[in-house]
């Protein structure tokens, strides 16, 4: 089963570039609405690092989702497309001064602090600004994903987030300071999690985190528990949504909320990852030694994912119906590792086609590069030129 693409309006269009279907994304965000919305305090963000195109954020941003960054960059894409400050929230290892001064001269609603250092710059500008920051602090809960060891960031080696172990004591420091106000913890074990079993981990090790905060009267306003509900790269069309019904309710099951408290969430690649699609032409059919290629406009810098993560990407032709043959898809980048696919199985591929790779709405437009002196790969949605 192939996709449906508006091939007529692909077909005036330089290649290579991203096509999102922003009707599959709204009724995204209608079931996670629904089923987040079946629980007392759930709070859904987006994770704006998954793709930050304007029109998608627009979109989110109407839904009604809070906004999650990682840079001052982020921080204005977000104001831009319409959130409130009071719905943003930033994360990140190695925030700057000045992307810390952004955040408190627009007022967002907390800084994700992950080390002590960190917490004492933002008392300082806060101080310096006379005013008070919101803080949750990520923590380490040193919980494995099973994913690919590149996109796990909750385990103890990790760069990310404070160690369990110190929680207590950073948390009496952010109490000793004037500028700083401590509303919550930060948790995020990683990405294109499918096992709800992992989320259940990070379940556990919250409830005992809590338990051991409670018995020395110490109240959490918010738990935040990161994104990282994966996507299903090998079924694009026959599920076109995450199972987001089951990855709510695992929380709601596991997790032991406090009266009042709220749990937040921070969805990426799950709200965006299957309505985006890298369209792109066949440049040539060669016959290797051993192998078939067929060489394609696109390229490692429009779509990395393959070479950064080994990461699959379901491959259509567009333009054939057949028969099935035997390829490897490469792009023309000047690296070994430029390859979307080996040895997969395609329609007869000619000079000319139009390829869809799919399932690219997340993490693909948004790491493109310019190596090799390539422009970068535009968006387009069709609906408001209709
Ligand atoms: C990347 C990231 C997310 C989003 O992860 P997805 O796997 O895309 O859902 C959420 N929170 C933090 C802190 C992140 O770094």
Known sequence: ????????????????????????????????????????????????????????????????????????????????????????????????DKEIE?????????????????????????????????????????????????????????????????????????????????VGLHFHIG???LD???????????NDLQNMLEAHKIMVENINVGGGLGIDYTHPNRVPVPDFKSYFATYARHLKLRKGQKLHFELGRSVVGQCGTLVTRVLYVKQGAVKQ????????????????YQAYHKIENLSSGGPLKTYDVVGPICESSDVFAKAIDLDECHRGDILAIRSAGAYGEIMASQYNCRPLPKGYIFEEMQ
Not at 117 to 131: D, F, G, H, M, S
């Open 1 to 96: 089963m192939k996709g449906v693409f508006p091939l007529d309006k692909f077909k005036g269009i330089e290649t290579p570039f991203y096509y999102y279907d922003t009707d599959l994304l709204r009724h995204t965000l209608q079931i996670i609405n629904a089923e987040a919305g079946k629980y007392e305090g759930f709070c859904v963000h987006y994770a704006v690092k998954a793709n930050a195109n304007p029109k998608l954020l627009n979109v989110i941003c109407q839904a009604g989702l809070g906004a999650d960054c990682v840079s001052g960059g982020e921080i204005q894409a977000a104001l831009t497309a319409g959130f409130q400050p009071s719905k943003i929230v930033f994360a990140g290892v190695g925030k700057s």
């Open 102 to 182: 952004l955040g408190l001269d627009k007022g967002i609603f907390c800084f994700n602090v992950e080390s002590v250092p960190e917490l004492e710059v933002i008392n300082q500008l806060a101080y310096r600004k006379k005013t008070v920051a919101n803080v949750a602090f990520r923590i380490n809960p040193d919980v494995g994903a099973h994913t690919h060891a590149n996109i796990t960031t909750g385990l103890a080696e990790n760069k990310f987030g404070i160690a369990m172990g110190d929680m207590e004591d950073v948390i009496a420091k952010a109490a000793a300071m004037d500028n700083v106000k401590f």
């Open 191 to 193: 990405s294109q999690i």
């Open 196 to 206: 709800m079993g992992d989320f259940v981990a990070l379940c556990n090790r919250i």
């Open 293 to 308: 290629f067929v060489i394609v406009d696109a390229g490692m810098t429009d779509l990395i994912r393959p070479a950064l």
